[in-house]
């Protein structure tokens, strides 16, 4: 394995995924392995209250989550954490939830007045057309450094390249979306499971060739998988449910 998590910063090439880990580092992590950098939950410009249809609904190989990923904007999660980011151990990089272009400037602009933010991962609305995917990108270039999150069906070689090119300096391979139904209605969500690895792995294997650090972000449940992932070309791997004792 080589050592590529040095060239993002990183302390070892595991970090937590974005929603599974809040806003500072718990330090009953029971996974036995030296984190090598933090990811806060995913920030909104202004506060997101939770969904009112709100689930998790379990499957063979997982399960699926929907929350709206509530939280209390940035200028309130600031507030409450920005001096206690000052004194983390490992890097700290903060997930944005983004809609346009002003809301990523802005966001990054208080981060980079924090002086204590190592990176930033941008969340793209899965809705929004190829285009305005782009431009949310372009948006976020500046002091930091940026990962653009990816889910693992969408993770193609042209996708990621144009991303590249934009600035971004890596990708995040996350979680995908999927539906269910529950009580006769489709409910929507992300996907978490150990059945996502072998997409995972695929998606690493498709995109070895890319001049682009990626990180594994889904899929990963044991630290065999994780040693998986970097051998096949990851440069870090991020933990999911697997945090949960899933």
Not at 200 to 229: D, T
């Amino acid at each position: 394995m080589d050592n590529h998590y040095y060239e993002l910063g990183l302390n070892s090439p595991w970090l937590n995924a974005a929603g599974f880990g809040g806003y500072l580092p718990q330090h009953n992590n029971d996974l036995s392995i030296p984190m090598g950098g933090f990811v806060t939950n995913p920030i909104s410009l202004l506060t997101r209250s939770p969904s009112l249809t709100r689930s998790v609904l379990s499957h063979p190989g997982g399960f699926m989550l929907h929350s709206g990923s509530h939280n209390p904007g940035m200028k309130n999660v600031l507030k409450t954490y920005a001096k206690k980011w000052s004194n983390l151990p490992v890097p700290l990089w903060v997930h944005l939830l983004v809609t346009t272009p002003y809301e990523v400037q802005t966001m990054i602009r208080l981060l980079e007045e924090t002086q204590s933010v190592s990176a930033v991962e941008l969340s793209l609305p899965p809705d929004a057309s190829a285009k305005s995917q782009f431009e949310l990108v372009a948006s976020a270039l500046g002091e930091l450094p940026f990962f653009v999150c990816v889910p693992v069906d969408r993770a193609e070689p042209a996708f990621i390249e144009k991303i590249a090119s934009l600035g971004a300096d890596g990708v995040v391979i996350s979680a995908p979306r999927g539906m269910m139904m529950q009580d006769g209605k489709c409910r929507q969500g992300r996907l978490y499971g150990p059945s996502l690895h072998p997409q995972m792995m695929a998606a690493l294997h498709r995109l070895r060739g890319l001049n682009v650090p990626l990180i594994a972000g889904c899929g990963i449940f044991s630290k065999a998988q994780g040693e998986a992932a970097l051998e096949v070309g990851a440069a870090a791997v991020q933990v999911d449910a697997w945090m949960w004792k899933f």
